[in-house]
Nanobody
Framework: QVQLVESGGGLVQPGGSLRLSCAAS????????MKWYRQAQGKERELVAG????????NYAESVKGRFIISRDNRRKTVDLQMNSLKLEDTAVYYC???????????WGQGTQVTVSS
């Protein structure tokens, strides 16, 4: 059974930090590009960050560059998102997504809420 389980969300003040984690099971993790998306209330889901299968290349949305860091551990089958200098506009549900390399297979996690508020 394929599972992507996000954790680490919560309430944080502006300027604070959170670390999200996504634990994968039920598929061959190291064959999948891993991405974090987010969806704020009333807005479309947007790509936040992505990392290649071996962790060698990473990309970020302009809005989070220099503040967020994506990383993966193929042994533990996890992908993390370190979020620093959080802003009010970072408030959203954050989702983990797996994309099969060279295939159309994708998996989504259930999401974790991040709320940035003073």
């Amino acid at each position: 059974q394929v599972q992507l389980v996000e954790s680490g969300g919560g309430l944080v003040q502006p300027g604070g930090s959170l670390r999200l984690s996504c634990a994968a099971s039920g598929f061959t993790f190291h064959y999948y590009v891993m991405k974090w998306y987010r969806q704020a209330q009333g807005k479309e889901r947007e790509l936040v960050a992505g990392v290649t299968t071996d962790g060698g290349r990473k990309n970020y949305a302009e809005s989070v560059k220099g503040r967020f860091i994506i990383s993966r551990d193929n042994r533990r089958k996890t992908v993390d998102l370190q979020m620093n200098s959080l802003k009010l506009e970072d408030t959203a549900v954050y989702y983990c997504k797996a994309e099969g390399l060279g295939s159309s297979t994708t998996y989504w996690g259930q999401g974790t809420q991040v709320t940035v508020s003073s």
